[in-house]
């Protein structure tokens, strides 16, 4: 899909997850999943609780009934501020398969399979789906770093997640 011929960005009313961590000691939103909908695919977004990322699940809600085509992903996280001796993106486990289900149906829109990439993954739906509420739900992580050499804290992390498709 080429971006001349892509879906409109839909608008994002609200974004709830099952879980997103909080700095011990700290009162912080630095990764409340509504960092997900900022714009921002260098750094930033959500991240699960410590080793609640198992089935971990992510709700966006819209203003207005729309027409999902696709979803583009930015997956693993990256800290706003990382050390500059290291890669973050190993530090944090980064989705390696999800579920995508409208409007609470039982039956999944989509199951995406995320290549362990930095870069924008755009998921296009096999049909069009009208939908209020979408859920993803993570099944699966990437937890390697290059040569072994990083081990990931246990958390799961998305830097952006955009909908594509028209209003209703």
Same mark, same amino acid.
């Given at each position: 899909m080429s971006v001349s011929d892509r879906p409109e960005q839909l608008p994002v009313l609200a974004v709830t997850a099952s879980s997103y961590y909080r700095a011990a000691g700290r009162i912080t939103d630095l990764y409340h999943p509504a960092r997900l909908i900022e714009g921002r695919k260098d750094f930033g977004g959500w991240i699960s609780d410590l080793g609640c990322w198992d089935g971990a699940w992510l709700e966006f809600s819209f203003l207005h009934p729309v027409v999902l085509a696709a979803v583009e992903i930015v997956n693993g996280f990256v800290e706003e501020e990382p050390n500059r001796t290291r890669d973050d993106f190993y530090y944090h486990l980064r989705v390696r398969a999800a579920e995508i289900a409208a409007d609470g149906a039982a039956t999944p829109l989509a199951c995406l %399979? @995320?290549?362990? !990439? &930095? %870069?924008p993954q755009v998921f296009p739906f096999d049909r069009e789906r009208r939908a209020e509420k979408v859920r993803l739900v993570v099944r699966d992580v990437? /937890?390697?770093? #290059? !040569?072994? !050499?990083? &081990? #990931? @804290?246990?958390?799961?992390?998305? /830097?952006s997640v955009e909908w594509r498709g028209r209003p209703d």
């Open positions: %399979t @995320f290549a362990d !990439a &930095k %870069t990437h /937890r390697l770093s #290059p !040569a072994g !050499a990083i &081990k #990931p @804290f246990d958390v799961v992390g998305l /830097r």
